[in-house]
């Protein structure tokens, strides 16, 4: 459980409360949770999945330095038929969920997770290739993450786009927004 609050005497009598009731332990400032480090300083916190990342690297067996720019190329079109079959499905659809969980605290690989994940009943070689060089770009971005800024405005932003009609197997549209407070993401979001 996380406790959070900018009163510490209100923290404290929650956790008197709570050890009343129930078995627990402080383990302190929060640092690492359900695999997300959280990173507190003067200017605010700052959430990543560096570790999880690492780790799925290991994984995949990406242990070389090479990494790209972009996470797919320019206006790639996925289809359900390009490439063969590949032979194990079960390995794609696990690092599609890994790279889904890896949305957390990566909203720039969101929209390309989505056009992968699409493929998970029937996975092709084309897709399983879109997911590696997803890995290689995350890689070569591995310490980005989320800011939540203590010294941030009380402006509220909100932005927006739609490609109508892009899909090229269902001719569906895709939308996608973002919300920041200041210049905190709050919340964002790529769907078809």
């Not at 916190?45 to 972009?70: E, H, M, P, R, W």
């Not at 739609?162 to 993401?185: K, Q």
């Given at each position: 459980?996380?406790i959070?609050?900018?009163?510490?005497?209100g923290?404290?009598?929650l956790?008197?409360?709570?050890?009343?009731h129930?078995?627990?332990?402080?383990?302190g400032?929060?640092?690492?949770?359900l695999r997300?480090?959280v990173?507190?300083s003067?200017?605010g916190?700052?959430?990543?999945?560096?570790?999880?990342?690492?780790?799925?690297f290991?994984?995949?067996?990406?242990?070389?330095?090479?990494?790209?720019?972009?996470?797919l190329?320019?206006n790639a079109?996925?289809?359900?038929?390009d490439g063969?079959?590949?032979?194990?499905a079960?390995?794609?659809?696990q690092?599609?969920?890994?790279?889904?969980?890896?949305?957390?605290?990566r909203?720039?690989?969101s929209?390309?997770v989505?056009?992968?994940?699409k493929?998970?009943?029937?996975?092709?070689?084309?897709?399983?290739?879109?997911?590696?060089?997803?890995?290689?770009?995350?890689?070569?971005r591995?310490y980005?993450?989320?800011?939540?800024?203590?010294?941030s405005s009380?402006?509220?932003h909100?932005?927006?786009?739609?490609?109508?009609?892009?899909?090229p197997?269902?001719?569906c549209s895709?939308?996608?927004?973002?919300f920041l407070?200041?210049?905190?993401?709050v919340?964002?979001?790529?769907?078809?």
């Amino acid at each position: 459980m996380i406790i959070t609050r900018d009163d510490s005497v209100g923290i404290r009598f929650l956790q008197h409360f709570l050890s009343q009731h129930f078995e627990m332990k402080d383990l302190g400032t929060l640092s690492y949770f359900l695999r997300l480090e959280v990173t507190s300083s003067f200017n605010g916190y700052y959430l990543s999945q560096t570790k999880y990342a690492f780790d799925l690297f290991s994984k995949v067996g990406i242990t070389d330095n090479k990494t790209i720019s972009t996470p797919l190329e320019y206006n790639a079109k996925l289809t359900p038929l390009d490439g063969e079959p590949i032979s194990d499905a079960t390995r794609y659809r696990q690092l599609v969920s890994s790279l889904i969980y890896l949305t957390v605290t990566r909203p720039d690989i969101s929209h390309v997770v989505g056009m992968v994940s699409k493929f998970m009943d029937v996975p092709r070689s084309v897709h399983y290739v879109a997911v590696l060089q997803i890995l290689r770009y995350v890689k070569g971005r591995l310490y980005h993450g989320l800011h939540y800024s203590s010294r941030s405005s009380l402006e509220f932003h909100a932005y927006s786009d739609a490609n109508w009609t892009c899909d090229p197997t269902n001719r569906c549209s895709i939308t996608g927004f973002y919300f920041l407070h200041g210049t905190s993401l709050v919340s964002w979001r790529s769907k078809k």
